[in-house]
């Protein structure tokens, strides 16, 4: 007789965030799409109806702003997520084979030094550095390389340059794990057999680290395509994003409904795209279901 | 019979049991009143000085909520119960808030007494509750840039501005909004010609777009704009501090009322504290000590500030005439449209 069927009594370990989970998580995200489908808050206003209205809104999009700003979130995230895990990867290599203790005790610090200051500090920072009379504006002007500033600032260039500084340590920080967890020996044994560094490095190294690719990626993705605070400084008027536009409509729109429906939209789009990036991944590493 | 050691015990008891139980019978029979209020300078007098002399006055407790934005706080609370008592706010704001039944349409001398003795514009038909400060929005310059100082709004558009002019994000800005109906004044029929708006917005490009007002002071601050809209307090506020080379011009088609309004939810269960804290910050000494703090212009006419200030804000019933009041009813009731239309027109 087996008692498979009883959990675990470690299993109610894991109570208090399934609870924290469905509390604030599950219930605001049902009571946001309840709300999508509503024209106005039905505990407050009784003459508050259901409708789809919010949903053709950003279908018709006869503002031709919305689809724009979809795709423009996604393109954000797309980018950083590719600059980041290109800064990352041989980051937390060369961190995940280092011999000296000391020496990758520093490098972690390095890392998680950034993640001490606030987000809106470090943007604040990247505008010093960035706007037309920033650092690096006012010295090559100075130094008559160039007459009128560079488009540093104001953009979704700048925007990306500051979300993959903000965003770097959460995918080297992933990858460190994955990679160090990587046996060596592995490498060695296809260069003894012939395979350059090269080789060895793109047949056994890199599958072997597609999981942490994988998770960092995600990450990263997910912390870009939710990003307000930086595209709303350093994006000026080129960069609209879909937080940036539920802020609107929630802080100065005042119409919760329709910002409901732009986040059931924004979640169900990455979903899609998350689906996809793991069955693509599974598929390069021949193994399936990795996330 | 009791001995004298069992009935000091019994007093101590009893003493005891009366000091716990004091503060939440205290506690009972205080009123809250629960309001919104901004940050910053304000925030600092408010919490300093003006708050706990009414609380002492009025023996109630103030709850003031700086977090902003107030009013999606609002919408969610019950109507009979409201998170706020009073809701601080611009003018546009509370004209939303009143479409949704969250505030009252209108206060009277019947309920505010001082109300006798503002402005007109304080309780104008363009007015939701009562307007207790304004500041005027027009021009704010560098004086260093060689620029002569700005007399019409239509300076703004000066091609030796380009890519150095400053405006906000109008689907998030008071200010931005108030302007683009400025510009439909200025460039065709009146604040309502939104064709002619859009035309001449469109004319600024390129031009720096904020969100707040605090980053149009910053970009002024730091020369990253030579000119942009704002408002006078946003200017002024920085006289005498490492002689800032930047200056306010009020345009003579006229400024725009950024107004400070107070009103009262109502559900409010403390109406009559409510009234009177709207009518206590309409009193000259509270309406000198924070105009002069973040220089304000007083809705009181009675309020005497101090030359310095006098000089510069809108004291005088000469000076409060060149105030335009934009009909935030007819803007909110067009703003997705115009959010979508300003959008295109800024992006790229």
């Known amino acids: 007789m087996t008692n498979t069927a009883r959990p675990s009594p470690i299993a109610w370990l894991i109570a208090p965030a399934g609870l924290l989970f469905v509390l604030f998580f599950v219930m605001p995200f049902a009571v946001m799409t309840a709300m999508s489908f509503y024209s106005g808050n039905p505990v407050t206003n009784p003459n508050a109806f259901l409708t789809t209205r919010h949903y053709e809104r950003f279908i018709l999009d006869t503002a031709g702003i919305f689809h724009e700003a979809l795709w423009s979130t996604l393109r954000i995230g797309l980018v950083t997520t590719i600059v980041s895990l290109l800064i990352g990867y041989p980051l937390a290599h060369w961190m995940a084979r280092m011999q000296s203790r000391l020496g990758h005790a520093l490098v972690l610090m390095a890392v998680i030094a950034p993640m001490l200051t606030g987000i809106v500090v470090r943007t604040f920072a990247?505008?010093?550095?960035?706007?037309?009379?920033?650092?690096?504006?006012?010295?090559?002007?100075?130094?008559?390389?160039?007459?009128?500033?560079?488009?540093?600032?104001?953009?979704?260039f700048g925007t990306i340059v500051a979300l993959?500084?903000?965003?770097?340590?959460?995918?080297?920080?992933?990858?460190t794990g994955v990679i160090g967890r990587i046996d060596e020996r592995l490498e060695q044994a296809a260069r003894s057999l012939g395979a350059g560094r090269l080789r060895a490095f793109v047949e056994v190294t890199l599958p072997l680290s597609l999981p942490g690719i994988l998770a960092g990626s995600l990450l990263v993705f997910a912390l870009s395509i939710s990003a307000y605070v930086t595209p709303s400084l350093m994006g000026g008027t080129n960069v609209l994003t879909l937080p940036m536009l539920i802020a609107q409509q929630v802080g100065t729109s005042f119409n919760p409904n329709f910002a409901g429906a732009l986040g059931?939209?924004?979640?169900?789009?990455?979903?899609?795209i998350v689906v996809a990036y793991n069955r693509i991944l599974a598929r390069l590493s021949g193994e399936q279901g990795m996330a | 019979m009791i001995s004298r050691r069992k009935a000091l015990r019994a007093g101590a008891g009893f003493a005891a049991l009366a000091t716990v139980g004091a503060p939440s019978i205290l506690h009972a029979q205080t009123k809250t009143l629960k309001i919104t209020t901004w940050g910053g300078k304000w925030g600092e007098v408010m919490k300093a000085t003006v708050l706990p002399a009414f609380e002492k006055e009025f023996k109630c407790t103030v709850s003031a909520d700086q977090a902003f934005p107030f009013l999606p706080k609002l919408q969610v609370s019950p109507k009979n119960e409201p998170i706020y008592d009073v809701l601080h706010a611009n003018s546009n704001e509370q004209w939303n808030a009143v479409v949704e039944g969250l505030v009252m349409d209108k206060i009277t001398a019947k309920e505010v007494p001082n109300i006798a003795d503002v402005y007109p514009y304080a309780v104008s038909d363009k007015i939701v509750g009562v307007t207790i400060f304004t500041s005027a929005i027009g021009l704010g310059y560098r004086t260093d840039k060689g620029l002569t100082k700005p007399t019409s709004w239509k300076d703004l558009a000066d091609p030796k501005l380009a890519g150095a002019r400053g405006g906000y994000l109008i689907p998030v800005n008071s200010l931005g909004q108030a302007h683009l109906m400025m510009l439909g004044k200025v460039y065709g029929k009146g604040l309502t010609d939104l064709d002619a708006a859009y035309k001449a917005l469109e004319a600024l490009k390129p031009i720096k777009l904020v969100d707040f007002t605090g980053q149009m002071e910053k970009m002024l601050l730091s020369a990253e704009v030579s000119m942009g809209v704002i408002h006078d307090s946003g200017v002024y506020r920085y006289e005498g501090a490492n002689m800032q080379p930047v200056d306010f011009a009020s345009p003579s088609e006229g400024v725009l009322a950024l107004e400070q309004v107070l009103n009262v939810t109502p559900g409010s269960k403390v109406k009559e504290l409510a009234f009177a804290y709207i009518d206590y910050m309409l009193r000259p000494d509270v309406q000198k000590q924070l105009a002069e703090a973040v220089w304000y212009s007083p809705a009181n006419k009675k309020v005497k500030l101090d030359a310095k200030y006098d000089a510069k804000l809108l004291t005088?019933?000469?000076?409060v005439a060149t105030l335009i009041q934009p009909d935030w009813k007819w803007y909110n009731a067009r703003r997705e449209d115009i959010d979508a239309r300003v959008t295109k027109i800024l992006k790229g």
Do not use: C, R
């Open chain 1, 264 to 272: 059931v939209i924004l979640l169900l789009v990455s979903l899609a």
């Open chain 1, 126 to 156: 990247w505008m010093t550095i960035l706007q037309d009379k920033g650092v690096i504006n006012t010295t090559l002007i100075q130094w008559g390389l160039i007459e009128k500033p560079l488009p540093l600032m104001y953009n979704e």
């Open chain 2, 316 to 319: 005088t019933p000469e000076k």
């Open chain 1, 164 to 175: 993959v500084h903000i965003y770097v340590p959460f995918m080297v920080l992933t990858l």
